[in-house]
């Protein structure tokens, strides 16, 4: 297929995941409004409808809870094709059935880029409806996520990094006692083969999380003490930092003060707090449990989110610049979302080796800032060979550039639309 069919096929696959102002991951699989994907998703929609790029983030808006948090899915109207549904989390906290916990805020820098973007100008007055929402989201998970002030973010869940069964997570969820859980059928796997997708014995913990947290009524004071799952994640810790950065811009433009030297105090606090995660000996940030202050030993993809968070010193550029050529000499396509030389790595398996096209979006955009054009274009030019080669999968092999998971995939289009496309860089040239 051409990369003009490719650009036609993907507003294709955006148009026909629309459920009418919000979009779906892809059909089967993922039936539901999902927080980052649909924030993606809008990036996509950009490139040839504005209102409608809007619209999406603003329907995962109304779905935000009294306390701020804006949740990771958004249950609309029961499905009986996904597990786990409405009536399993259990939750009360918001105007819509929902699930429990949050999802990375990539909300905020991506309505930074719709309002850069518009040719009208008229987009700063929906960035303006949208502020207070998004003021009340990061204010949550300071209270929530960082309840010791120490400038990371911990996740509660694995499905809260969005990197669900990431090597990070294994230690920390082998700790989870399985307690609390009612008989059930998965029904992933009936979508995808299952070697591409999590163990059972991560799921009965998933689940086993879930009911704890159900336990306290998803009070999330309550869950920050008790949850039996609590780790600094390097990935939601870097993208809410540049998402504040992207809030502090917005804020600033819109003239509002107040918020301003709020957002201004978050971003000290967390510029501060991520150099904790940095990992001496691997050169590299990483995860901590925060529950026993124990460091991961392995590189993920999101270790090289440093530079698109703004942390572009010359150490960190360097030291990420010689994994990137340690790890370009060993896949095909960059970038794993685990480190090809760690035990835990597997091609194929979802977040334990596979390529996200997402992610390659916010690492180059991290590399160009931080005046690395270069391994920018690999990411860029590595995401369209995919695309090229096995179209809109999920995710891919890095190795053989494989389509995995689900396939008609909204963030895959979206993100091939908006950065991608050879096309799209012809047109920004
Ligand atoms: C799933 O169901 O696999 C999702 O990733 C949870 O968000």
Redesign the pocket.
Known sequence: MSDTDLDTTARTILTENDQGGYTIPTKGL?PYQ?NWDSVFVALGFATFDQDRAWREIEMLFEGQWRDGMVP??LFRKDDPS?FPGPSVWGTDGGPLPS?GHSQPPVAASVIRDLVDTDPSGSALERAAALLPGLMQWHRWFLSYRDPKSQGVLAVIHP?ESGR?NLPDWDDALRAVEVKDIEPYERK?TSHVDPAMR?HKEDYDRYLSIMSACRNVDWDPAKVAKTCPFFVADPGITFIFLRANRDLLNLAERLGKTEEVAEIQNWIARMETGAKTLWHDELKAHVAVDQRTGKMTNGISSASFLALYAGLADEHTISSLQAHFDRIASKVRYLMPSYDPDHESYEPLRYWRGPVWAMINYMIARGFAEAGDAVRAEKLRADTAALIETSGFAEYFSPETAEGAGGGTFSWTAAIWLTWASPSHVEKAA
Do not use: V
């Open positions: 993922y999902w990771h899915i996904y699930s499905w669900d992933d999590p």
